[in-house]
């Protein structure tokens, strides 16, 4: 199906199921949940038995009233929701809470969803924001927190789950900035001048990374010994406050004619955070194991994931010495 044919039949004709996974006794971080999608997904996973949901939130004032809303809307026990700072633009900030998980009794799943789409270049730590906070820092979170998925998968004999909201648009990303010589991608994304050119598509190259770096992980954490299962969701085109630095009119027709409601899209991240042991390393579109398309197609793109890889481990490295070894 052409992504166009694609788009249309899930804006319209399909609808993700309703989740009925049990999520009892579990112990679940959702990042990015004071808004949108990780607000309703955390909604879903109280209402689905879950006895600990950390919102994760740079805002703590908004991840209060978050859980405030959840709370009046579930009628859930205060204890269920806990607030957590976490700040996806700053390094410290993620070393900070990982920290803090380390403490935690069990951890059974992660959604990894705080994400941001801008046309502006601005930098927060060492690159182009959308690319720290997108990729860098997802990356980095993901590394630092598998180890406490695995302890609790191994504790407790069973799947403990690490899902990354990635999206269908990665696969129109054009990523000109591959044609970089080696171990100059991530320095190309962050040139200014070449960037602001290419803006438009920043945030389907950083869904893009974020596939290739679901695939590199899962590969280096073997679902047989590990337990944890890696993978990564798309949520189709769904209200929430993404566009909110391109708010214009055309936008807000164009979003409430063809926007699927939030809940809806939501359910796509509590399925990746439930699905089986097959997902591993795969990408999980609207429920669905599907074979990923676009850049990340055939030996090219393998050799251009093994490209991706190598320089966002040196930056993981160099933020934390050793956080790619997963020990
Ligand atoms: N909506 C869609 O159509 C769609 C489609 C495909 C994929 N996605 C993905 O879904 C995820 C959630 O997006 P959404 O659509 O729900 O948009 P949203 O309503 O804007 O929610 C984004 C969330 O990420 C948080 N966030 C952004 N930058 C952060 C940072 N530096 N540190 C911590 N948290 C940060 C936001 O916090 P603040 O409120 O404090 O900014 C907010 O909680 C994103 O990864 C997005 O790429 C969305």
């Known amino acids: 199906m052409s992504f166009f044919a694609a788009f249309i039949h899930r804006q319209f004709i399909y609808e993700p199921p309703v989740p009925t996974a049990s999520f009892k006794n579990r112990t679940v971080i959702v990042t990015g949940s004071n808004c949108g999608l990780g607000l309703e997904a955390s909604r879903w996973l109280v209402r689905l038995g879950a006895s600990q949901v950390i919102l994760a939130c740079r805002n703590i004032e908004k991840g209060n009233a978050a859980a405030k809303d959840i709370q009046a809307t579930t009628s859930c026990s205060a204890d269920t929701l806990q607030v957590w700072q976490l700040d996806m633009s700053s390094y410290a900030s993620v070393i900070a809470f990982a920290d803090r998980v380390k403490a935690l009794p069990r951890l059974d799943v992660l959604i990894a969803n705080a994400g941001l789409g801008t046309l502006q270049f601005r930098v927060t730590e060492d690159n182009e924001e959308t690319i720290t906070t997108n990729v860098v820092s997802t990356s980095l979170l993901a590394c630092l927190i598998l180890p406490k998925l695995r302890e609790t998968a191994l504790k407790y004999n069973t799947n403990t789950h690490l899902t990354i909201t990635a999206s269908e648009l990665y696969e129109v990303a054009k990523?000109?900035?591959?044609?970089?010589?080696?171990?100059?991608?991530?320095?190309?994304?962050?040139?200014?001048?070449?960037?602001?050119?290419?803006?438009?598509?920043?945030?389907?190259?950083?869904?893009?990374?974020?596939?290739?770096?679901?695939?590199?992980?899962?590969?280096?954490?073997?679902?047989?010994?590990?337990?944890?299962?890696?993978?990564?969701?798309?949520?189709?085109?769904?209200?929430?406050?993404?566009?909110?630095?391109?708010?214009?009119?055309?936008?807000?027709?164009?979003?409430?004619?063809?926007?699927?409601?939030?809940?809806?899209?939501?359910?796509?991240?509590?399925?990746?955070?439930?699905?089986?042991?097959?997902?591993?390393?795969?990408?999980?579109?609207?429920?669905?194991?599907?074979?990923?398309?676009?850049?990340?197609?055939?030996e090219k793109g393998a050799e251009l994931q093994g490209r991706v890889w190598e320089e966002l481990r040196q930056k993981l490295e160099a933020i934390r010495p050793g956080v790619t070894s997963l020990a």
Request: aromatic fraction near 6%; charge should be positive.
């Open 175 to 298: 990523f000109k900035e591959r044609k970089a010589p080696t171990g100059q991608i991530f320095a190309t994304l962050n040139d200014k001048a070449k960037s602001e050119k290419n803006m438009g598509e920043r945030y389907h190259v950083s869904k893009l990374l974020e596939i290739f770096f679901v695939k590199q992980l899962a590969a280096m954490s073997p679902i047989d010994s590990n337990k944890v299962i890696v993978n990564c969701v798309a949520p189709g085109w769904c209200h929430s406050n993404l566009a909110r630095e391109a708010d214009s009119r055309a936008i807000r027709i164009a979003m409430k004619l063809l926007c699927r409601p939030t809940e809806v899209g939501a359910r796509t991240l509590v399925h990746g955070a439930s699905v089986g042991p097959e997902s591993h390393g795969q990408y999980v579109p609207d429920c669905k194991i599907t074979p990923t398309g676009g850049l990340t197609k055939g």
